[in-house]
């Protein structure tokens, strides 16, 4: 058998498989199922700024930009520009858990299985909700995941303000806790890579990429919008793998790959392009807990059958840094699949 030990965020994990945050952790016997099929670490469903009762902060935000936008391009401008009404916020009475109820359940967990348990907060700036963060760190929670969904859709937002709520929540963050702070990011910035070193030159622990964009559909009848999840599928893979193999060995920080990950294959793609570990969600809830010994079972077999005797002797072979053509992952590999087919 091959040696599938890594670290992740200086924590000891047996493989690289790690249960990404999903409704999987909510039941405590699934998550120690998964434990027990070999998951490598488990994150937790997410903790939301919602439940803290700061949107309103959020809202009044939003109404000084829709202000200062009546002014600068005329009210009637505007309001043909915004046709459709925005759905309200969450209440804090629809989320399924209270943050009270997560530590709690972080504590049972902790108690149930061996491996490291990673808490998950969600948000989209910084304020007092990122004190709970020590409250998670008291229950038992080996490293964190801070999910930052902000989209920076607002035209009078410069993307710099946009990206220094990332580091101000960091910085908050890990003025909380003496944990490992792991960011889960979007792509959407307009210099992915500058962003990501300074984040690893802030302090992140680890990067995972990425945040899936769950985009609304069209409902041509009411009008409206609609959303619901879709879960991924192995292509959805190629984006955080890309972007993996650009960065491993250029920053210090871990790199998970989330989205994506469904097969054995999948998780050894990300270990070759430099991730630390590859994070599992849309299979495991497709296919049940059984999938995560499945993957673990084909990764051994692979690095064996391919003389391999543990995952680190794969661990960065295609990363862009070690790479004999860098130019392959950016401009030239892109001219070279168009002009194939085009």
């Known amino acids: 058998m091959s040696d599938l030990s890594c670290k992740y965020l200086g924590l000891n994990l047996d493989c690289p498989l790690v249960v990404a945050a999903s409704p999987l952790s909510r039941d405590l016997d699934t998550a120690a199922a998964l434990a027990s099929n070999g998951a490598g670490a488990i994150v937790l469903f997410s903790v939301f700024q919602e439940q803290f009762g700061e949107h309103d902060a959020h809202m009044r935000r939003a109404w000084e930009n829709q202000s200062r936008a009546s002014y600068l391009l005329g009210a009637e401008q505007v309001r043909r520009a ?89 910085d908050a963050v890990r003025n909380e806790v003496s944990l490992p702070v792991a960011l889960k990011l979007l792509p959407f910035f307009s210099s992915f890579a500058a ?101 673990r079972d084909g990764m051994d077999d692979w690095l064996g059958s391919h003389g391999y005797r543990s995952v680190e002797a794969v661990r960065g072979i295609l990363a862009q840094a070690r790479h004999a053509d860098p130019a392959v992952f950016e401009r030239e590999g892109y001219t070279k699949v168009i002009n194939r087919y085009w």
Not at 116 to 125: F, K, M, Q
Request: with cysteine.
């Open 82 to 170: 915004s046709p459709v009404a925005h759905a309200p916020l969450l209440d804090r009475g629809e989320f399924l858990t209270t943050p009270e109820a997560y530590l709690e359940h972080l504590s049972a967990l902790k108690r149930r299985v061996s491996i490291p348990v990673i808490a998950s907060l969600n948000g989209y700036d910084n304020g007092r909700w990122l004190s709970f963060a020590k409250k998670l760190e008291d229950a038992g929670a080996d490293a964190l995941e801070i999910n930052i969904y902000r989209l920076g859709a607002d035209p009078y937002v410069a993307s710099s303000a946009t990206e220094s709520v990332y580091l101000e929540v960091l």
């Open 195 to 295: 962003m990501a070193h300074k984040l690893d030159e802030a302090g992140a622990a680890g990067l995972v990429l990425f945040n899936r964009f769950y985009q609304p559909d069209i409902d041509i009848e009411r009008p409206g919008l609609t959303t619901d999840l879709c879960l991924s599928s192995s292509e959805d893979a190629r984006l955080p793998l890309a972007w993996a193999a650009m960065l491993a060995g250029r920053i210090k920080a871990d790199i998970a790959v989330t989205t994506g990950i469904h097969c054995a294959e999948d998780a050894i793609k990300a270990v070759m392009v430099g991730a630390s570990v590859a994070m599992l969600g849309s299979t495991l809830i497709r296919n049940g807990v059984d999938r995560m010994s499945t993957i």
